[in-house]
């Protein structure tokens, strides 16, 4: 997840940027794709806020029925804010993906 938080830190600073408008909706997938792992971590775990915070923050994202919020500067806000729960998240879900792999029995490169 820190990962992610580094692309979806990176894709909203980009973003503050004047870009044309194919980038807001590459934003919009990198955002939804984040706040998607996000909620399947926070589920396997059980932790209900953050599948909630997740859940609201993909169909904000969502590229396929976008959620029109107008003006940039709303959009910047929303933006912030989302970069917080994205970090906030990572930290409290961190490792839950290696986990993951390692009770499947896939190996993520470390020693046993």
């Given amino acids: 997840m820190i990962i992610l938080a580094i692309a979806s830190t990176l894709a909203i600073g980009l973003g503050l940027l004047r870009m044309p408008f194919g980038y ?3 934003l919009r997938v990198v955002l939804c794709l984040t706040s998607a792992l996000g909620f399947a971590g926070a589920r396997s775990r059980g932790d209900n ?3 909630w915070i ?3 923050l993909a ?3 969502n590229p396929i029925l976008p959620v029109k919020l107008g003006s940039k500067s709303l959009w910047v ?3 912030l804010l989302t970069l917080i729960f994205v970090w906030i998240g990572a930290f409290r879900l961190r490792g839950v993906i290696s986990e993951e792999h390692s009770a499947k029995g896939v190996s ?3 020693a046993p």
């Fill in 24 to 26: 807001y909706t590459l």
């Fill in 49 to 51: 806020r953050w599948v």
């Fill in 54 to 56: 997740y859940a609201v």
């Fill in 59 to 61: 169909i904000v994202y």
């Fill in 77 to 79: 806000g929303v933006n």
């Fill in 108 to 110: 993520d490169g470390r």
